[in-house]
């Protein structure tokens, strides 16, 4: 019997792989679809959001910070917004990042897997990424 996985779910399995033969696989494994978080919620989602940032959104740590020591795979990094493109480019360069509503820079080591089914060639002639 064939097992027959779809796009996402190989990426998923082969990012999972990677990590778990790595050096950080005692390190957690977190997992994102850009295509399924937009705007703030992205940023929220990615980031996290310190006490007191707004009243309706509850605090939480982000998935940088719960991937620390470990992976982050992000799917569909070709729909990230400009702005978080930049912001993740920091963190990516320097392992530092701002929660939302927090003026501190907070730290992680994580390695970023990213997959997307966009053209990346093409976006980065275009300027969307």
């Known amino acids: 019997m064939a097992l027959h996985l ?3 779910d190989r990426t998923d399995l082969l990012a999972r792989i990677v990590h778990a033969h790595s ?3 005692a390190g957690p ?3 994102a679809n850009a295509a399924n978080l937009k705007g703030e919620l992205l940023l929220a989602e990615l980031f996290g ?8 959104v509850r605090p939480r740590k982000g998935l940088l ?4 020591g470990g ?3 992000l799917d569909e990094i070709g729909l990230l917004p400009m702005e978080t493109q930049a912001q993740l ?3 990516l360069d320097s392992g530092s990042y701002r929660q939302l ?3 501190r820079t907070l730290h992680a080591d994580v390695r970023v897997i990213g997959a997307t089914n966009e053209d990346l060639e093409a976006a980065v002639a275009a300027g969307s990424f």
């Open 23 to 25: 050096r950080r696989s």
């Open 71 to 73: 992976t982050l795979f």
């Open 29 to 31: 494994f977190e997992a």
């Open 49 to 56: 959001v310190a006490p007191g940032a707004a009243t309706s």
């Open 101 to 103: 509503g927090r003026d």
């Open 6 to 8: 779809h796009r996402a």
């Open 65 to 68: 910070a719960q991937a620390d």
């Open 89 to 91: 480019l920091t963190f």
